[in-house]
């Protein structure tokens, strides 16, 4: 599903935040990606969704070389990829509706399809009720699960988390993660990076290590013990 073959990422200035790295993700596993701060996790997010390309090397997602990808493509790309950050990226004078809503408008889908999308989006995260709140009058945990919805809206394939749960206390923690398994269960190849080791040590999926740029641990296609 995901794969990059000896991808290498050096920023203007020198700054070498990949190194050869090479690694798998099979279709519908859930991996978490671990590593200090500055370790190139979110570079290597970024190179998924072609937010960045590599200075060197391969990425492969769901079967597609990224390498030459003409930028009129990218857009169809990402329709593929759910994306949900750690600070939501909400629009805070928008509706929770209309903040889901919004990759499927960008998208071009009919209204009537929007509504049962967006509401069956919030049905899975448990805010179905919620729909016609402004986000500022949620919870950190609720909206965190807005930006999931928003994120699994258009039923990508691909599911990826960047710290979603670092603002969070490790009850609701491990409640956003279980919302991540739920969505793995039904297919949803899911990465998520993540700071929280003591949350994600007791899960049982596999754990890739970034260290200054390189893969260190978890590069097979195994879930660690």
Same mark, same amino acid.
């Given at each position: 599903?995901?794969?990059?073959?000896?991808?290498?990422k050096r920023?203007?200035?020198?700054?070498?935040?990949?190194?050869?790295?090479?690694?798998?993700?099979?279709?519908?596993?859930?991996?978490f990606?671990?590593?200090?701060?500055?370790?190139?996790?979110?570079?290597?997010?970024?190179?998924?969704?072609m937010?960045?390309?590599?200075?060197?090397?391969?990425?492969?997602?769901?079967g597609?070389?990224?390498?030459?990808?003409?930028?009129?493509?990218?857009?169809?790309?990402?329709?593929?990829?759910?994306?949900?950050?750690q600070?939501?990226?909400?629009?805070?004078?928008?509706?929770?509706?209309d903040?889901v809503?919004?990759?499927?408008?960008?998208a071009?889908?009919?209204?009537?399809?929007?509504?049962?999308? $967006?509401?069956?989006?919030?049905?899975?995260?448990?805010?179905?009720?919620?729909?016609?709140?402004?986000? $500022?009058?949620?919870?950190?945990?609720?909206?965190?699960? $807005?930006?999931?919805?928003?994120?699994?809206?258009?039923?990508?394939?691909?599911?990826?988390?960047?710290?979603?749960?670092?603002?969070?206390?490790?009850?609701?923690?491990?409640?956003?993660?279980?919302?991540?398994?739920?969505?793995?269960?039904?297919?949803?190849? $899911?990465?998520?990076?993540?700071?929280?080791?003591?949350?994600?040590?007791?899960?049982?999926?596999?754990?890739?290590?970034?260290?200054?740029?390189?893969?260190?641990?978890?590069?097979?296609g195994?879930?660690?013990?």
């Amino acid at each position: 599903m995901i794969q990059f073959d000896n991808v290498s990422k050096r920023y203007e200035g020198g700054h070498e935040a990949l190194r050869n790295v090479s690694f798998h993700i099979n279709k519908n596993e859930m991996l978490f990606l671990t590593g200090h701060s500055g370790a190139g996790k979110s570079t290597l997010l970024k190179l998924m969704m072609m937010m960045e390309r590599p200075t060197s090397g391969q990425v492969f997602v769901d079967g597609q070389n990224l390498r030459g990808l003409p930028s009129r493509h990218i857009p169809a790309l990402r329709r593929n990829i759910g994306v949900v950050f750690q600070n939501h990226q909400l629009l805070f004078d928008r509706s929770v509706f209309d903040n889901v809503a919004l990759p499927l408008i960008i998208a071009g889908y009919q209204p009537r399809d929007i509504a049962r999308r $967006v509401r069956a989006a919030l049905d899975k995260v448990g805010l179905l009720s919620k729909e016609k709140k402004m986000p $500022v009058t949620l919870s950190g945990g609720e909206q965190q699960r $807005v930006g999931i919805a928003r994120a699994v809206v258009n039923k990508p394939k691909i599911l990826l988390a960047d710290e979603p749960t670092g603002n969070l206390d490790p009850e609701l923690s491990a409640e956003i993660m279980h919302l991540f398994e739920q969505f793995n269960q039904v297919g949803v190849t $899911v990465l998520i990076a993540s700071h929280d080791l003591s949350l994600i040590a007791r899960l049982p999926y596999r754990m890739m290590t970034l260290r200054q740029g390189q893969v260190v641990s978890g590069i097979s296609g195994r879930p660690h013990d």
